[in-house]
Every structure is written in C-alpha cells, then in structure tokens.
C-alpha cells in the first residue's frame, strides 16, 4: 500500500517518517486520513489540522509567478516568520508588491529540524527545502539577499539600506532573535545553531574529522538539551553545562528535572548543573580550556573540550526598533498589540522571535501561520486589496495569542508542556497528578494551579525503560 505523505506547515516534520517506513513493523504504518484526531506532529505538537499531502505543498510552491511593479509591503527578515508572512499574503492577493530583504541567501528551511539534524546525518543543504531564488521566484516577489538593514525611518516609511532607500507603505518585522552569549566567553571561541549557517558551520567542522570530539554544551534549556542528545547519539562526548540544577530548571519543577537529568545521564551526558562558565581560553594545540565555577561553592576547576556550542536564551538587537522608534525590549523585543500585531508604530508589524505580546516574548514555531495570516489579512484591509472587502464582508478576526504545546524532542525521554510552564511558583504551584510505571516506563503528571485552583500548565514526563 503507498502511504501518502503528510507534513507539518508549523515545523517541517513529515508523517510518516523513514525510519517507520524501513522498520519491520512498517506494515502497520497506517495512512495519514485514519489517524485519530487528536494526533499532533513529534516535533512542535501542532495538530493534524496543521499537515498538508507533500504533493498540495508542491503544486502551491509552483504556482503561477506574479510580478508587480508596485512594492507597498516590505519585510525585513527571510526566516520561518518573514516567509510565512509571505505566504499568507500570497494566499489571498497574488498582485500586491513585496519585497523581502534578508541577511543570507533567504534559503527556506525548518528551524526545528536543526536540533536534531546531527543524528539523521542531514547536512545544511540537505535541509533547505527551497533557495531563496527559487522561493522568490515562485512567490512573485522582489529579495533582496545578503543585505543589512542599517535604519527605518517610521516618520517617513523608508527602510535604508547600505546603498539605497527603499519606501514602504506596511512594513513587517520578522528579525528573528540572536543568541544571549554570556559577557565571560568570546563569541569567536563558541558555536551556536540558531539559524542554518551556524548549523553549517559546526557540521562541517565536525565532519572534517574521523575522531569523536569533546564538545562542551552551554545551557540546558529546550535547545541545549536536544542538541547535547542529538551529538551524542553519533558518537561525540558530550558536557552539558547550566547555572541551575536541573535541565529546564527555568521551567519545570525540580521533580520533571531530576527525570530529565537521568535520562541524559544514562545516554552517557555528562551533566555539569550548578556550573558557571567564567572563561574560556584557546589551546595553541588546540581545542579550549573552559574555566567552570560551581554556583554555590565558588569553587573552580577546569574542563578542556574540543568545541564549545552556547545556547544559553535569546536577545533581540536594538538597532532596529529603536531607530523606528518602537516600544521595545531587548530580551522580550518589540512590544505588539496582540489582536493585529502592530507595533506602536501602526504601520508596523512584528512577528516571531522579535516580538512580544504583554510583555512576553513569543519563539515558538506553531503560532507562526496564524500570526502571519493576521499581518495578512490586516495590512491587504488597510491598503484597500483585501478581497472581501469588495463584497463589505471583511472583518478583522483579532488574533488570540495561545501558548503552543511545548515537546522535547529528546528521544530518550518524553516531555510536554501545554499552557504557560514556569518553575516560578510565586502564583501559582506546581502539584503531581500521577506517578505511575507503564509497560514501557515511567509517566510523570504534573498541574500548575493558582490559589484560586486555576489551571495555568500541565506537564507530562515519560522515561522509557
């Protein structure tokens, strides 16, 4: 029986998988339409309703080319969030002008992939599902590629650029978020993957070698921890390393971390919690001598490796909001209202890593198309080109920010969160539902409940034995 394949528009991740098609209880693979309906994609948890039969993406990435000499809409920033943006437009308007500007080459792939790439042996170009050539092209729409955006000028709609100018009627901020390096480690001594060229890099570094490397990951969040998994699995020796505890202290209570914090260690991870990095200095032979502080003690010792992968939180750089002059905060970004995404400029938008609702940043993948369809549908309405308003049926739908569920995609053991997780008991406390062995491990439930016995996260831990 051919199996149809289906993929996630929120994250890339393809049902069924090629492994499930090459395992021997391949038989059993059942096609995508019989699924139960509460089934949710492995890597972001986006619902079946988010799949899409890999033929329908083809035949809408080959779609008609649309030209326009008119560039009203412009959108800094060619990541998932700045391509997404254009797709909804696209989705409803194949005429109106838009012209992208990216930092790269604009290439079209899913960030969530990168974290766990290692292991499935998938190289940077293995990943881009489209160049930005051939997005663009197929899109109808004017990239600019390998640019720098140096200022916006808000008062008079002009993006500047190294050697022009370029107007704009609406303009979309998708800038994506860069990585917080900690002030005590020279950036040009570490490696990070938050986008696909620092994937590329670390790659290929490790692929020039037949040895297995020491390599030092900093900072047990969602990413580090993934990624400290993923560089094991193909060989590597890996330290992961975190001021706190426990991995994904910042989240989850310490009884989910401690579960975290032995599956790592039984896949052969060093776990190095409560550890400070204060310096890191070059080897002449080399390789890099990390000098390590235990938070509590101050004690210090030292920890050689051979490469050093940060992924300790993200930042937004200032540069650009502020020269629009836009409500804005360096580590939650630019400040939007949540029911269209405008930023306190109206003419505005922000969407992705960059923005921030309430005062909370928002860098999860799954909200991304129906942000990106609310920046749609909003500016083609203040333009005039929205196509309901020639029947006076158009009505702007707000869009309502919900927390996504949250999915390690650890394969040694299984967590998820839904609501707003934080280990931050202040409002609201963290109490076990059940704790119970299964046939195939261990299931852990935890509530975050208010004192008013509000619901505010749900947790779930699976070890597997």
Same mark, same amino acid.
């Given at each position: 029986m051919n199996i149809t394949p289906y993929e996630c528009q929120a994250c890339g991740w393809i049902y069924p998988t090629q492994s499930d098609l090459k395992s021997e209880n391949s038989k059993?693979?059942?096609?995508?339409?019989?699924?139960?309906?509460?089934?949710?994609?492995?890597?972001?948890?986006?619902?079946?309703?988010?799949? /899409? =039969?890999?033929?329908?993406?083809?035949?809408?990435?080959?779609?008609?080319?649309?030209?326009?000499?008119? /560039?009203q809409i412009v959108i800094i920033g060619a990541g998932l969030a700045g391509w997404s943006v254009v797709d909804a437009i696209r989705a409803l308007d194949k005429e109106v002008g838009i012209t992208l500007i990216a930092a790269d080459n604009a290439d079209r792939y899913h960030k969530p992939m990168l974290s766990a790439a290692f292991s499935q042996k998938r190289t940077a170009t293995d990943l881009i599902r489209f160049t930005g050539e051939e997005a663009a092209n197929k899109a109808g729409i004017e990239l600019l590629t390998n640019s720098t955006v140096l200022a916006i000028d808000s008062d008079n709609r002009k993006v500047r650029l190294n050697e022009a100018e370029l107007s704009y009627d609406?303009?979309?901020?998708?800038?994506?978020?860069? =990585?917080?390096?900690? =002030?005590?480690?020279?950036?040009?001594n570490v490696w990070h993957i938050n986008h696909i060229e620092g994937f590329n890099s670390i790659e290929q570094a490790l692929s020039n070698s037949n040895n297995a490397k020491h390599i030092a990951v900093i900072g047990a969040g969602m990413v580090g921890t993934e990624i400290a998994e993923d560089l094991t699995k193909v060989g590597h020796k890996v330290s992961l390393l975190d001021m706190q505890h426990t991995p994904l202290a910042l989240m989850l209570p310490e009884v989910a971390g401690n579960k975290i914090k032995q599956a790592l260690i039984a896949q052969g991870i060093d776990f190095m919690g409560n550890s400070r990095v204060d310096g890191v200095d070059a080897l002449p032979t080399g390789g890099y001598q990390m000098t390590v502080t235990d938070c509590d003690t101050s004690g210090e010792h030292k920890l050689k490796v051979d490469h050093i992968l940060v992924s300790t939180g993200l930042k937004v750089e200032e540069a650009l909001p502020q020269s629009a002059q836009l409500d804005f905060d360096r580590l939650s970004g630019i400040s939007v209202q949540e029911a269209t995404l405008q930023t306190s400029n109206p003419d505005i938008y922000a969407i992705g890593d960059c923005m921030s609702i309430a005062g909370v940043p928002c860098r999860y993948v799954a909200p991304l198309r129906a942000q990106a369809s609310t920046i749609a549908e909003h500016i083609l309405a203040q333009l005039g080109k929205h196509p309901k308003q020639a029947e006076e049926a158009y009505e702007h739908q707000a869009y309502v920010h919900k927390p996504p569920m949250i999915r390690l995609k650890n394969k040694s053991i299984s967590v998820s969160a839904t609501g707003a997780p934080t280990a931050n008991e202040q409002f609201a406390k963290w109490q076990m539902i059940s704790d119970t062995e299964t046939e195939v491990g261990h299931e852990l439930v935890l509530q975050q409940v208010t004192a008013e016995g509000e619901v505010v996260a749900t947790a779930t831990v699976k070890s597997v034995k």
């Open positions: 059993g693979v059942v096609q995508f339409s019989e699924l139960a309906d509460d089934f949710s994609c492995s890597l972001c948890g986006v619902g079946k309703s988010e799949f /899409r =039969p890999i033929h329908e993406a083809t035949e809408t990435a080959d779609s008609e080319l649309y030209q326009n000499e008119y /560039r609406k303009l979309v901020m998708a800038i994506g978020a860069t =990585p917080a390096i900690p =002030p005590t480690i020279d950036a040009q």
